[in-house]
Each structure stands twice: as structure tokens, then as C-alpha cells.
């Protein structure tokens, strides 16, 4: 395909892309709303795609550093399966207190893109992609037994901090040209949870800041794209682009200061104990 980032916003899309309770009806009635709605709304000429999805390439990357005392993996590449529509990932990331290092921790981001074959037939039409994400974000921050900031009228500070997070998006791609997008008129906001504890010291006053220390959050729900095509050529041949990326981070470090203990960690799972990111169905009218 050749394109690594969103053109619209710049934003990366690829640079090297407990358990499964739902329902049925669950699963449905949101796909069940659009389809009742779409025909009405854009014309009668409607085309519905669901798992398997024939001819879907999955591109994915894997990155991760680590520095001092910390580790970061991923513990499974981003995935996507035609016969299911699930796509997923898992990464993980943790950092420790080291007397000597004053910087403690790691990062891994998992990425995936998924071209997904459309046939759009007229110059215009609309595209309707609803998925259902099942999420685990999950993170762990311990405070450390002493913080001891050298001189308080200066500067010095103990921080611990986790965060795991999960953004993606989708859009339509001319893919004989390679030259012509169409984006959702909607963003998928995704989820984040951060967690951190502080004390800091600046100019003879100290203070002490913690958001969330230890959080294990479960982020479930349904999101509908819809992108509206105009001027497509409809000799030529066309892809859906559903991309996400799951990140987590920790860091345990201190400046100014001698710290004893502390630990951080966070925890990303899209893939596993029906986890994931679903493809539900793709509505073409």
C-alpha cells in the first residue's frame, strides 16, 4: 500500500498495522439499527459483509525498549482472522526501583492494519463498519518506602507512573490508485488509564500527587464508522483500513532525590479469554 500515516491527522498507522459473555441479540441489535436505518437514508442498493471476510491482508509491527531496571513485550503481535473478523493484540511493561538508576522501565506498542476488500460499485455511496471491542486495561502502581530529596529549595522528585492505552480508526482506501481516501465523518475515542504517584519538591515547597494506584478496567462496547464516498471510480478496486494500536508504559525514576522501592506496571489484553477487536459486519449502500 505504501501509506504509513493517516494523511488527514498524521497520526501513525503502521510503521514496520475474564470472558467471552456476549449474546447474540447482543452482538446483533446494534448492526440490526443501522441496516433498518441505512436503506432508507442513502437508497436501496445494499450490500452486507460479514465474517468470513475474503481476501482481508493483516499488516502488524511490534516494538518495545526498555531502560534500567525495567522490561516491556508484546506479548502477541497484532492479529486479524478473515474467518471471524477478530483482531487483537497483548503487551505488557514494568519497571522496578534500582539504587544506581534513577530512570526505571519500559514501553511496548503493538500495531495492526487490516485491508479488508470492498466492492463499491457507484460513485457514491456509504459505508457503514461496526466493530465490538472487548478490552482488558489493566495497571499497578507501588509506592516506594523512602523519598529523600537532596535539597528542597532547589529541585527533586519520586514518581512512579503506569498507563496502558488503545486507539484505532478505519477508513476506505482507493487501492488501484492508491491515491484516494475517504474518512469516517466519526472518531472512535478508544480507552486509557494512567496511573501514577508523586512527591515533589521545588523551591522549598514539597507536594504530592497520585491519580490511581492500582486499576484493572474491563472497556466494552460497539462503534459504527460511517464514511461517505463520493466521486469513486467504480472500475477500480477498493479497501476497508481498520488499524489499532494497544501501548502500555512504566516507569519508576527520581531526580534530586534517593528513592528506595517502588514499582510500576501495566497490562494491555485484546486477544485473549474472548478479548479482541470484532469486525461485526460492513454495510455498503
Given at each position: ?156 522528585y519520586c514518581h512512579v507512573v503506569a498507563y496502558a492505552a488503545l486507539y484505532g ?117
Amino acid at each position: 500500500m505504501g501509506r504509513t500515516t493517516n494523511p488527514r491527522t498524521g497520526r501513525l498507522l503502521i510503521s514496520e498495522p475474564p470472558r467471552m459473555a456476549w449474546a447474540p441479540s447482543a452482538l446483533l441489535a446494534p448492526i440490526l439499527v443501522l441496516l433498518l436505518v441505512a436503506p432508507a437514508a442513502i437508497g436501496a442498493h445494499v450490500v452486507v459483509l460479514a465474517a468470513p471476510y475474503a481476501g482481508a491482508v493483516p499488516v502488524s509491527s511490534s516494538s518495545s525498549w526498555v531502560y534500567g531496571c525495567g522490561h516491556a513485550t508484546v506479548w502477541k503481535a497484532g492479529f486479524f482472522k478473515a474467518s471471524s473478523g477478530k483482531a487483537g493484540f497483548i503487551a505488557r511493561s514494568s519497571g522496578t526501583d534500582c539504587a544506581s538508576i534513577t530512570s526505571n522501565g519500559g514501553q511496548a506498542v503493538a500495531t495492526l492494519a487490516t485491508w479488508v476488500p470492498l466492492p463499491i460499485t457507484h460513485k457514491t455511496a456509504s459505508v457503514i463498519a461496526v466493530i465490538h471491542y472487548r478490552v482488558w486495561l489493566a495497571g499497578h502502581v507501588v509506592k516506594w518506602t523512602s523519598c529523600g530529596v537532596i535539597n528542597t529549595s532547589t529541585y527533586g522528585y519520586c514518581h512512579v507512573v503506569a498507563y496502558a492505552a488503545l486507539y484505532g480508526g478505519a477508513y476506505l482506501v482507493d487501492t488501484t490508485t492508491d491515491a484516494s481516501f475517504w474518512w469516517p465523518s466519526n472518531d472512535w475515542a478508544g480507552a486509557t488509564q494512567y496511573y501514577s504517584d508523586g512527591y515533589y519538591c521545588y523551591g522549598g515547597s514539597c507536594q504530592t500527587s497520585t491519580t490511581s494506584t492500582t486499576v484493572h478496567n474491563q472497556v466494552t462496547g460497539t462503534f459504527g464508522f460511517w464514511i461517505n464516498v463520493t466521486g469513486a471510480n467504480a472500475a477500480d478496486r477498493f479497501a476497508l483500513v481498520l488499524y489499532a494500536t494497544g501501548s502500555t508504559g512504566a516507569d519508576v525514576y527520581h531526580y534530586g532525590a534517593t528513592m528506595v522501592g517502588g514499582n510500576a506496571s501495566a497490562y494491555i489484553n485484546a486477544a485473549s479469554h474472548g478479548e479482541g477487536i470484532y469486525l461485526a459486519s460492513v454495510t455498503i449502500a
